[in-house]
């Protein structure tokens, strides 16, 4: 069947380390790859989308990579802060405005 | 510019009751969506519009119907509650690209929590 995979245990970090969390999924083929933060009680807001064709892609302290071999995405933040606790979505565009979330893994960056 | 906005944020229904969540976007965008979250899953598609007057099922249309009459307004309508549909509900918007398909990034807006006794 059709999966994405994010870590469902916390991912708990001091703060100014690098936070990784990783996306893995089986059976597609997705022309992209997005991720989205969302904070308790709030929607998902849009942070980083990389495409098929892209290995890397970086904004400010984010940086996400795709490897369409593996079938995985990594996400990093760096230099983290308190104010980056959240859960971050990992989510596929499968084609056909199709769009497949993942649960998301919470992180928690400790003062 | 409010964005995607949803009323209400919190909803207590019987089984059996029917109600209309709402969900407006001030974006202009051509595509709106309604998922669910439930805890330990992802947000699951319940329905879409690629536009005023055309509708489609997602993953999880049973027991919900739609309708857009306009390019603002996409409200998502239970017919009969169940606990089943104790959830909450987002509603989403994205733009369209210089060649018509849509565009990259959603829009959420700040969710329903619905319950259903």
């Known amino acids: 069947s059709q999966k994405i995979e994010q870590n469902s245990e916390a991912l708990n970090i001091q703060e100014g380390k690098t936070a990784t969390l990783t996306c893995n999924y089986t059976?597609?083929?997705?022309?992209?790859l997005q991720w989205y933060r969302q904070d308790p009680g709030r929607g998902p807001v849009f942070l980083l989308l990389?495409?098929?064709?892209?290995k890397e892609k970086r904004k400010e302290r984010l940086k996400v990579t795709f490897d369409t071999t593996l079938k995985q995405s990594l996400f990093h933040i760096t230099a983290s802060q308190p104010a980056d606790s959240a859960t971050y979505l990992c989510?596929?565009?499968?084609?056909?405005?199709?769009?497949?979330f993942g649960a998301g893994t919470r992180l928690f960056v400790k003062a | 510019n409010a964005g995607v906005t949803q009323t209400p944020k919190f909803q207590v229904l019987k089984t059996g009751q029917s109600m209309t969540l709402q969900c407006a976007q001030d974006?202009?965008?051509?595509?709106m969506s309604w998922y669910r979250q439930d805890p330990g899953m992802g947000l699951r598609l319940i329905h879409y519009?690629?536009?005023?007057?055309?509708?489609d099922q997602g993953e999880v249309p049973n027991g919900y119907n739609v309708s857009r009459s306009t390019t603002e307004d996409f409200p998502l309508r239970l017919l009969s509650a169940a606990p089943s549909q104790t959830s909450v509900y987002f509603c989403?918007?994205?733009?369209?690209?210089?060649?018509?398909?849509?565009?990259?990034?959603?829009?959420f807006g700040p969710g329903t929590r619905l319950t259903v006794t």
């Open positions: 989403a918007s994205q733009g369209a690209t210089g060649t018509g398909g849509a565009n990259y990034e959603q829009y």
């Open positions: 974006m202009n965008h051509e595509y």
């Open positions: 989510a596929l565009y499968t084609g056909g405005f199709k769009t497949i």
């Open positions: 519009s690629v536009g005023a007057g055309i509708t």
């Open positions: 059976n597609y083929s997705p022309a992209y």
């Open positions: 990389i495409r098929e064709n892209e």
